[in-house]
C-alpha cells in the first residue's frame, strides 16, 4: 500500500500540503521485503506472536539507525494471548533491552516474591 500525504486543492487542481510519501509493506513470511530503504516508522503488530521476530527486527534496524543514532523507530506492540504463541523472541527482546538499541521499561507487572 501507498499513499501521498496531502490534499488536492479544489480552486487550483494542484496538490498541496507535506506530499510526502507513505508505504506500508507487509513482510509476513518474507523479511528480506524489509530491506534497504530508511524508515521513520516500522510498526511490529503482535509481536509476542510474530514468528522470527528478531530475525525481522536485526533486518530492521540498518534502516532507522546510522552510525550511533537512530533516526526512526521500530515500535512492536501485542502480546501473545494463547498458548500456540511462541513468546521466546518477544522475552529475549524485553529481557535484554540494550542489547536490542531497545528503551528499556521497567517490568512493574511481574511479582517477584
Do not use: C, H
Not at 498541496?16 to 516500522?42: E, H, M, W
Not at 534502516?63 to 513468546?87: L, N
Request: glycine letters at 12%; hydrophobic letters at 35%.
Amino acid at each position: 500500500m501507498k499513499w501521498t500525504m496531502g490534499y488536492l486543492d479544489l480552486n487550483t487542481g494542484a496538490r498541496r500540503g507535506t506530499l510526502n510519501t507513505v508505504t506500508g509493506i507487509s513482510s509476513k513470511d518474507n523479511s528480506g521485503k524489509l530491506r534497504g530503504s530508511g524508515v521513520v516508522l516500522a510498526l511490529i503488530e503482535e509481536f509476542g506472536t510474530f514468528r522470527n521476530l528478531l530475525n525481522v527486527y536485526n533486518v530492521l534496524r540498518p534502516s532507522v539507525e546510522e552510525g550511533s543514532g537512530s533516526y526512526g523507530f521500530i515500535y512492536s506492540y501485542g502480546t501473545a494471548g494463547d498458548t500456540e504463541s511462541d513468546f521466546r523472541s518477544a522475552q529475549e527482546m524485553m529481557d535484554n533491552p540494550a542489547g536490542y538499541n531497545m528503551f528499556p521499561v521497567k517490568n512493574v507487572y511481574d511479582k517477584i516474591n
